[in-house]
């Protein structure tokens, strides 16, 4: 597993994401890794973040999903184009749509892991299918379809 | 349009979530409303909130999403049984899948607004769609299963 996050390979002018830029200091800053041929997301949520008492917030969830797609896909791209990533930037990319299945409450508290697989690699478009666990258990699955960023996208505004 | 939000009407003990409880100091606290056969939320993300410079990031409009169609889903609930919430409290529902379309990047800056229509009500299941609009135009579409929540899980932890 390389211990460079794909998060950490973005461009400095699209790295502010609230989920997943380095530059964010208010946000989440997750960071995604490969591991073998899956892709994988580690995050410890806050107390703030609940639901209900003892359970995490389902917005959190979907957020999680989201930024751990967008990055899966950036590393799918860059694998399929034979991009090295650390030396020469990833792709940016991001959702199209998201679909997220609240299978069990999640509890606040445990660290939680998002597990990716790419499904599809076509293009510019990903589609990227994750299970979010808490305590070994399924608690959330998901399916992106992610599509790298329109080049300049990230000097449109401010 | 009554002045008091749904969320207003949520018992205490189940008043805690981060998108949308109003004891939550940290969270979003967003408010929702009937606008006659409507339900309507409204909410201007901070700076932070940042996708790419100048756009929201995806996974708070998904949140938002969610939260507006719990929410709704508890009013329609209430609607659909003749219970008066801001007298008796509201169900409390909890989602049980999200499906999120990003049709267009979302500024960051102005009020978005969020209109939700219920789709369907039935037994304890409501469905709620959504358009999220900024500056007039829809950047989101949402589609939500919402479940009114167990009794008793606001108790269960914490």
């Known amino acids: 597993m390389c211990d460079i996050a794909f998060q950490d390979c973005y461009p400095q002018d699209v790295a502010h994401c609230f989920g997943c830029g380095s530059l964010n200091q208010h946000g989440h800053r997750i960071k995604t890794y490969w591991d073998g041929e ?17 359970f995490v917030y389902g917005g959190l969830l979907a957020s999680l999903i989201d930024c751990h797609s967008t990055g899966s896909g950036a590393a799918a ?17 991001v959702t199209g ?11 606040l508290g445990p660290e939680l892991e998002i597990r990716g697989i790419i499904e599809e690699v076509k293009g510019r478009k990903v589609v990227v299918s994750s299970q979010l666990l808490a305590d070994g258990v399924v608690c959330v699955t998901g399916r992106a379809v992610v599509i790298e960023m329109p080049q300049g996208m990230g000097m449109d505004r401010g």
Chains 1, 2 share one sequence.
């Open 38 to 54: 899956r892709t994988i997301t580690r995050f410890t949520p806050r107390p703030e973040h609940t639901a209900v008492p003892g």
């Open 97 to 107: 749509s998201l679909e997220v299945r609240y299978t069990a409450p999640t509890p």
């Open 77 to 93: 791209l860059a694998r399929a184009r034979g991009i090295d990533m650390v030396r020469d930037g990833a792709p940016r990319c």
